[in-house]
C-alpha cells in the first residue's frame, strides 16, 4: 500500500529496477455483513465508497467525508471507524458490520427497535452511525451508564438535535437485550428525554 504515487503506467515501458510500489488496484478479501467478498478495488478507495457504491450498502451515509461527522460509522473486527478515513484496501482479512446486517429478516435489531420506539431520530440521516456507535458500545458494554452513553455518541453528530432521545434509545437497548426490558413498557430509560421536543 505505501509507496510512490506515480502511476503504474504501462510495465513493458519501465527499465527493469524502477517499478512503481504503488499499486492503483487491490485484491482484497473480507467479510460484509456475514458474506465473504473477494475481489479488487482501487487503492485509493474508501471503505465508504466501497460500502456505497461497490456493494450497495447505502445505510452507510456519506456526510462531511472528512472524519468529522460520524455518518459513515461502522464497525470493523468490532471497532467503531468512520469508513471514510478507511482504506477498502486496508480491510483485507478483516469483518465489516454496517447498519443493513443488524436486523434479521422483518425482525429489527433490538438497537434499532428502540431507537425507533423512542423517536430516537428526526430526519434519520445520522441514524445508521448512532445505531452502529451504540452497537460498538454494547458489544463491549451491555450495561452502560448514561455518561458511558453520551461518551460513545460523541462522535456521531445529530444536526436535528435527537441527542436526549438517542440517549434513552440507547438505554433502551441495553435493557432489551439483557431481557430486562420490553419495547412497550415504559422503562427507567427515558429520563425525560422522550417528553422533549425533538421532532
Ligand atoms: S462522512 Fe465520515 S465522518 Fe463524516
Ligand atoms: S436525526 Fe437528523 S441529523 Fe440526526
Not at 440507547?170 to 427515558?190: H, I, K, Q
Request: net charge neutral; glycine share 14%.
Amino acid at each position: 500500500m505505501i509507496g510512490s504515487r506515480e502511476p503504474a503506467g504501462d510495465p513493458a515501458a519501465r527499465p527493469a529496477g524502477t517499478e512503481p510500489l504503488f499499486r492503483e488496484r487491490v485484491l482484497v478479501d473480507l467479510t460484509v455483513n456475514g458474506r465473504r467478498w473477494r475481489g479488487e478495488v482501487p487503492a485509493r478507495r474508501t471503505l465508504l465508497a466501497f460500502l456505497r457504491d461497490d456493494l450497495g450498502l447505502t445505510g452507510t451515509k456519506l456526510g462531511c467525508d472528512t472524519g468529522n461527522c460520524g455518518a459513515c460509522s461502522v464497525l470493523v473486527d468490532g471497532q467503531l471507524v468512520y469508513s471514510c478515513l478507511v482504506l477498502a484496501a486496508s480491510c483485507d482479512g478483516r469483518r465489516v458490520e454496517t447498519i443493513e446486517g443488524l436486523s434479521r429478516g422483518d425482525a429489527l435489531h433490538p438497537i434499532q427497535q428502540a431507537f425507533l420506539d423512542l423517536d430516537a431520530y428526526q430526519c434519520g440521516f445520522c441514524t445508521p452511525g448512532q445505531i452502529m456507535a451504540v452497537k460498538a458500545l454494547l458489544d463491549r458494554n451491555p450495561r452502560p451508564t448514561r455518561e458511558e452513553v453520551v461518551t460513545a455518541v460523541s462522535g456521531n453528530l445529530c444536526r436535528c438535535g435527537a441527542y436526549p432521545r438517542i440517549v434513552a434509545a440507547a438505554l433502551r437497548a441495553a435493557e432489551l437485550m439483557s431481557g430486562e426490558g420490553r419495547p412497550d413498557a415504559g422503562g427507567s430509560s427515558g429520563d425525560g428525554a422522550g417528553k422533549g421536543g425533538n421532532r
